[in-house]
Nanobody, 112 residues
Framework: QVQLVESGGGLVQDGGSLRLSCAASGSIFSRNAMGWYRQASGKQREWVAIITPDGDTNYADSAKGRFTISRDNAKNTVYLRMNSLKPKDTAVYYC??????WGKGALVTVSS
C-alpha cells in the first residue's frame, strides 16, 4: 500500500516562498515519476510540475521560473520549492506518484 503525505503548506505573503514536501511509503518511489498538482477553490485540478525517476523535470507555464521540483530517492521524498508566490497560486497542492497514487493535499494561501 502506497501512502503519500504532503507537508510544508501554510500562509505566506505575496512574493514569499514555501517548500512543499511529499513523503512516500513503500518501495516503488524511485521507479516512478512524481508530480505536483494544485486545485484552487471552485476550479479543476491542474498539473504544476513533474520529475522523472532520472531527475528530468518539466513545468506548467504558470510555474516556470518560479517553482522547482526535486526528489531525494533515499528519503522517498519529492519537493516543490515555490518562489515569488502570488495570490493566484493559492490552492491545495497535491503530489502524485506514477499514474495512480495521490496525497491528501497541503493548503497554500498567498495573501496580497
Amino acid at each position: 500500500q502506497v501512502q503519500l503525505v504532503e507537508s510544508g503548506g501554510g500562509l505566506v505573503q505575496d512574493g514569499g516562498s514555501l517548500r512543499l514536501s511529499c513523503a512516500a511509503s513503500g518501495s516503488i518511489f524511485s521507479r516512478n515519476a512524481m508530480g505536483w498538482y494544485r486545485q484552487a477553490s471552485g476550479k479543476q485540478r491542474e498539473w504544476v510540475a513533474i520529475i522523472t525517476p532520472d531527475g528530468d523535470t518539466n513545468y506548467a507555464d504558470s510555474a516556470k521560473g518560479r517553482f522547482t521540483i526535486s526528489r531525494d530517492n533515499a528519503k522517498n521524498t519529492v519537493y516543490l520549492r515555490m518562489n515569488s508566490l502570488k495570490p493566484k497560486d493559492t490552492a491545495v497542492y497535491y503530489c502524485k506518484l506514477g499514474l495512480l497514487y495521490w496525497g491528501k493535499g497541503a493548503l497554500v494561501t498567498v495573501s496580497s
